[in-house]
């Protein structure tokens, strides 16, 4: 099977209409079988299970894991071993994919748990119950399906994102069911195969404690190529180190291949901004006592105001700069003609019109019972949602990295601002603006692999609640069981939950207001809110064609120069291949320029699978 898509030119070029036509012509299926009863039942297992994963990775290290890859392998491996043996039938292509948005939809639900829900219960001292925390977050979860489904046709069927790990979803979806019988799609499945063998024993490889169970100690890898050199001498800028800087050079690939995926214009514009950031910015105002010392965290808090502003104004900007999508679906709520002809299987916005202000009110009243919210405090959240999730959305659509710790701190701020002093507050409407903008985004990354399949953007709807429900009801009573129901143990050595650290020690700063902030940081909220705008101008008028991505430039303040290194790394590296290699029927061209997007999936696959399955030995069988 080969995958069709539009050309850049053609995205370029053509109207939504003609995408939508063009879709509906070359690449959706039909009646093909999607949400059935099989995939929905694996994928809320599936999800339950690998929630709890996600729930352990959490509190050691306040990030959470794409599941979905991971889910994908699972359920055809599982389903082919029972046709195997002549039990059932293998599962289709569809139905892995509407599996993988419920296991996927259940897996991020551990996010709040370890970030907004823990900060709130250490700020306050108060142990929240655990059916409160259950009903807490999937309504923000909820709300986030219903914010999600307006900016689909923008996204994904006009902007045609790439949403990156949702693409590498598709290929490796595409590449598991294929059923050619030809040696295109023996190639696909080498290649996928080689990619993930690739970044699978490099993870393995990273591993100290595991490769010691083996006796294989003196094979490990270094976490960072640069620590060869640390044995030598200390390189450094104005007296910093550069390790101190994050500019270093992890030996994982899995970031390159994401690169791989997002494009030479995101990757090169993360580069631009890591350089000028770490290499002259950072050492300067470390050395000059504007940052009072090389932590990342103290150069995280005061580097990514800047960039924060850069991506909201960008974000704001490109949304508000061609509206004439959300018009149109206004109009069609509205009775008017309209020509959408997917109107049949997309998710009518209506759902979205009721049920976004349904789930409003519920939070409104719950906030106000359970955690002493102002109503008219909420009120005022709800809106600012659609901002965030703008952002949220176009980070994601472009580099697969949500950045959900950036859009906490400028929640925080905001609702500093709006009634100073109060933490507990600040965390929890914060945490409304942060955690919906997540789901949302997480929603549209599971619905690429579905448009890039011709599935039913319907199904994934329904599917994504199902995961809703099958991760709270996993996800939280574990997370109750850790914590045995003590204050004193959330972010305690045994359960550190860094991301939760960072929310408590935000909220506990700007407790005083805007005020708190530098005049320095003021001045980069300045710059970086213009410069957003001036660069998607840019962008506009020239059809896409100017250099610089604002999203990219802006996350670029918010990243370690490390993950911007491997990004870029990776975008550059597939870019030049393209170039360099001229012989379309040698293998480099099949591999590296036909298949780039295998051979980055593949990649990626592995190395999350092997991920998680590390951690699990790390922490289940290894005890030194």
């Not at 599962?91 to 907004?116: D, K, R, W």
């Not at 689909?152 to 006009?158: A, G, L, Q, Y």
């Not at 508000?320 to 959300?326: C, H, R, T, V």
Request: aromatic letters at 10%; glycine letters at 10%; a positive charge.
């Amino acid at each position: 099977m080969s995958l069709k898509q539009l050309s850049d030119e053609q995205i370029r070029s053509m109207s939504l209409e003609e995408k939508d036509r063009w879709w509906l012509e070359n690449c959706y299926k039909g009646d093909m079988p999607q949400l059935t009863l099989r995939s929905a039942f694996t994928g809320m297992i599936i999800g339950g299970v690998l929630s709890i994963t996600n729930l352990y990775v959490g509190i050691k290290t306040g990030w959470t894991l794409g599941v979905g890859i991971t889910s994908v392998v699972l359920a055809f491996a599982f389903f082919k071993l029972l046709s195997r043996f002549g039990v059932g039938r293998e599962i289709s292509i569809l139905e892995n994919n509407a599996m993988q948005s419920i296991a996927t939809s259940a897996g991020y639900m551990t996010a709040p748990l370890v970030s907004s829900m823990a900060a709130y219960m250490v700020v306050t001292g108060h142990m929240v119950p655990q059916y409160q925390t259950m009903i807490w977050i999937s309504l923000l979860a909820l709300m986030g399906v219903f914010f999600a489904f307006p900016l689909k046709k923008r996204f994904i069927n006009d902007e045609q994102l790439p949403f990156p790990e949702g693409r590498a979803a598709g290929v490796v979806m595409d590449n598991l069911h294929a059923d050619d019988g030809g040696g295109d799609g023996i190639l696909k499945a080498k290649i996928l195969i080689a990619g993930a063998a690739l970044s699978s024993a490099v993870e393995l490889f990273r591993s100290e404690k595991v490769l010691g169970r083996l006796s294989l100690k003196s094979y490990v890898l270094p976490e960072h190529w640069d620590d060869i050199i640390y044995k030598w001498f200390t390189p450094s800028i104005m007296g910093t180190p550069l390790k101190d800087l994050s500019i270093r050079w992890d030996s994982s690939v899995v970031m390159m291949a994401t690169g791989g995926l997002m494009g030479i214009k995101v990757g090169c514009s993360l580069l631009v901004g890591a350089i000028f950031n770490y290499c002259f910015l950072v050492p300067w105002a470390i050395s000059s006592g504007v940052i009072a010392s090389a932590s990342w965290k103290a150069i995280n808090m005061w580097l990514l105001w800047g960039g924060v502003a850069m991506m909201t104004t960008s974000s704001l900007y490109s949304f508000f700069a061609k509206p004439d999508i959300i018009f149109a679906a206004f109009k069609r709520v509205s009775g008017k003609k309209t020509s959408d002809i997917l109107e049949h299987i997309e998710l009518p916005l209506w759902v979205s019109m009721v049920g976004i202000p349904a789930t409003g009110l519920l939070l409104m009243f719950f906030g106000h019972a359970w955690f002493n919210i102002d109503w008219w405090v909420t009120l005022i959240a709800i809106p600012l949602v659609f901002v965030f999730t703008l952002i949220a959305v176009t980070s994601t659509g472009l580099t697969a990295i949500t950045p959900g710790g950036a859009l906490g701190k400028l929640t925080q701020l905001t609702f500093a601002i709006i009634k100073p002093g109060d933490m507990g507050t600040n965390v929890m409407t914060a945490g409304i603006n942060g955690e919906v903008a997540l789901n949302a985004s997480n929603l549209l990354m599971d619905i690429k692999p579905g448009y890039m399949l011709g599935g039913k953007p319907r199904h994934q709807a329904v599917g994504h609640c199902l995961g809703i429900l099958a991760g709270a009801l996993v996800a939280v009573p574990v997370f109750y069981l850790l914590i045995k129901n003590d204050v004193s143990r959330i972010t305690s050595e045994d359960l550190p939950m860094p991301g939760a650290q960072i929310w408590i020690a935000v909220a506990q700063v700007l407790s005083s207001g805007l005020s708190v902030l530098p005049l320095s940081t003021r001045i980069a909220v300045l710059i970086g809110g213009v410069s957003g705008v001036l660069i998607e101008f840019l962008n506009r008028k020239s059809h896409g064609r100017f250099p610089v991505s604002a999203m990219g430039l802006g996350l670029s303040f918010v990243l370690k120069f490390s993950d911007c290194w491997a990004m870029a790394t990776g975008s550059l590296l597939f870019w030049i291949l393209g170039r360099k290699i001229k012989k379309p029927e040698s293998l480099a061209a099949k591999v590296f320029v036909n298949n780039q997007e295998t051979a980055c999936a593949g990649i990626i696959a592995g190395g999350s699978i092997m991920g998680i399955l590390i951690i699990i030995l790390e922490t289940l069988v290894i005890k030194s």
